[in-house]
């Protein structure tokens, strides 16, 4: 892919999660009858990760666990979203990426850009305490979902009672442990156990689940928790793991058969030549526009990047829906680079999120209003519908929803 002045020009996306494959589609659409321009979306994986559905993955019912059925329920082929459009999609690990030079290494290849959006996603934060690294397991990957099912399935199998510790309240902490707490007592009733000797502890540093949302919110959370028998202990961090206890910050040592860390995620450390301004959760901070002071044709979307909201002055919040909205617009922006417009400044929609609390039963979220129960579960099963309808055709999204 060595560029030259008779070639076309290259718009190169790296990652293909939400942020990525918003921009990708939007770009397509915008230069479809464009010749001149090739876009390539690169991945290490050939298919996107849909995150939301791992709590659910990583805790389905005995008996149901086979690889090929998870894998269709939490990821999307790339060659199906892009089957019938111009983007090309190419798997490879990206391993630096010359801002200067204009290219990008991966492991197979090199490919030289003349625009870039950056969307290589987040990492798991343990906060620089190696030991919950080491033995803490994490929720990021089928993989990951797979192998917690497993060692779950293995504990109720062998054991008469454990205690399971979720470090982190917060969203993926709370939607795990009502996954959980459901997956134990089926698992329990399979094998004869007893289900009030198999605990679910979660630890959180704030002083209620959810920190950062209303008091209201998490006082449901709570409420619902507390009713499937989950336990958990606020205002108190976890400092030390092992191989089957947890250290607490009071230094309470806990024996524990099995620490699911959800404590909280960071942009990954981006493989760049150049010293670009990050802040302390590895995001790097964008222009309004999207993209890099120093390089206006870089552009970054979605967990990478370090966008400060001027309403609330924090940066932006690293979810699903800011990764598509930002992807989009950093499509628009390229676009208008390239037509030599002036760029739009981003603005962030209001926060919308929706808490599942397993079954049919979730929370919807804004700052207006709360609904909490079925209502909150459609509402999130009509977010996932839209998603899908917005990057499928709409019988794969249909089937893709209703799996
Ligand atoms: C378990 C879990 C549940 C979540 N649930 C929700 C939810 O319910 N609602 C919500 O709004 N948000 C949720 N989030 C957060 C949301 O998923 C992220 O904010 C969102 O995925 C960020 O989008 P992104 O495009 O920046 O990164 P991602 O979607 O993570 O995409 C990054 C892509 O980059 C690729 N990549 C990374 N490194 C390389 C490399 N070196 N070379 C090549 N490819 C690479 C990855 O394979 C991946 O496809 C959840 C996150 C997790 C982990």
Redesign the pocket.
Known sequence: MKQNSQEKKHIVI???????VAAALNLSQYLEIDDEYEIIL????DY??Y??A??EAATTEHGYVEGKKLKRTLTIPLAEIFGKTKVKVFKG??ERIELNDGKVVTDSRIIYFDYLLI????VADFYGIESIARFGFT??SLEDAIMVRNRIEDIITKKDSALIVIGGGG??GVEFAAELRNLIKKECRHHGKRLDSFKILIIEGATTYLPGLPEKVSALVARRLGQMGVEARFSTLLTEAGKDFVLLNNKEKLECDLLIWTGGVRS?RLPVDTDLERDKKDRTNVTEFLNLKSFPNIFLA???GCFMDPKTKKPLP????E?VNQGKHAAKNIFRTIKGKPLWPYHSASSRFVIPVTGKWAIFYTPNLVIPGFLGWLIRRLADLRYFLSILPWPTALNFCLF
């Open positions: 790296l990652g293909g999660g939400f942020a990525g690169v991945d290490r994986r996107q990760l995150h939301a791992l709590y690990y990206v969307a290589l996603g987040s929720l990021k969203f993926a990954c979605g967990d990478n690293q979810t699903a829906q990764a």
